[in-house]
């Protein structure tokens, strides 16, 4: 199957000529697209929403437009309470699914009201202390053992840092509840690019059981099931979108089947998908600057790992095409690589692309998630823009490059800055 870039060759030579390579672009009509797919999937449930997880693509002018569509936000950090915070997010809209959480992001936290999403169970007395327990709070449940779901192997919860173990969440419960604690919401992120339609419907059901465990031995009151993130999509062009329409429809059949008749049937599902929101609706624009024949060919680009991890950190798959020449014939095998001192710093390797040429545009894809906010410093290498294609087909500077003088900013103390900046 092909596997097409959002963004037509004459667009990109139109925003190339205003702004330089390497830059992320993003796709406004996709994301709007995907977020009401979401939220229709979901329609059948009254309190259903998603909490975006900032961490996936933290820019404000991209949350703003998940605003739009009706998102909270999902955040883990003091950056993103700002973020969130200045975008006018608020109480129920923020989901707080931090961990080993330092004193004052909790404080924040409570301070914005959001809604607790705590790690564990020591985490009682810590926010006891720091910002103070609300009446409204939820648990992140940690199965243990191997996640299988039908025959196909989905992650190891055992191995995992997140979340209390079943006995855990029972004794969190019953103390938070002597603490003052209405309401309990649970949540359970158990798998990551999960590509399978029966990932969140199982994730959905370990929920569901707790919760009605939960309610019936204490006598809880559950007012949300957090689905977390988790849900994938198809970096290869062999794979395929998860049907979201059919992942809502199970889950509402099990919702249906265990919740409503637990009495449970007031509690909102809450998702907190990242990857799934904006991983397609991004790619990394980059151009070829070098061509390196030794034992292999290498394609030398302006962007590096600094402006997308995934590759070097997980071995991760990226598409590539080549701007005007997406249905050339791939009969030359490259490895396309960025300018690390690093060997691991190559955006594919061994890849039938079309013959490359200098200075040609090349598309890196589905980079909306997980791509320019994993990005380092690394070899001082700077950080790229993000650029904004909206749906009339004009387009916006979102964040511009960051420039010698934003990556020395820390160091300015000293009578080195001058030298070097100026
Ligand atoms: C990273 C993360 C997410 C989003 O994960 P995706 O794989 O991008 O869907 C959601 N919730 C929590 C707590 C996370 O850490």
Redesign the pocket.
Known sequence: MQKMPFVSCEKLQEITAKYPTPFHLYNEAGIRRTARELSAAFSWNGGFRE?F?V??CPNPFILKILKEEGCGV?C?SMAELKLAEALGFHGDDI?F?S?ETPAEEYEYARKLDAII?LDDITHIDFLAEHGGIPEKICL?FNPGGELLIGSVYMGQPDVSK?GMTRQQIFAAAQRLMQLGVKQFGL?A?LA??AADNSYYPANAMILFELAIELHEKLDAEIFMVNL?????IPYKPEQRMPDIRKIGESIETAFQDVMIPAGLGSAAITT??????T?PHGCLVARAIHKKHIYKEYIGLDACAVNLMRPAMYDAYHHITVAGKENALCDHVYDVVGSLCENNDKFAIDRALPKIDDGDLVVIHDTG??GYSMGYNYNGKLKSAEILLHEDGSFSLIRRAETLSDYFATIDFTEYYDKIVK
């Open positions: 909490y997880a961490k996936a999902d883990a989901m699914s961990n999403n992140r997140f949540h992120l990551s690019n977390s993130g988790g849900v994938g907190e998908l990242g990857r799934y929101m991983g998630a997980h």
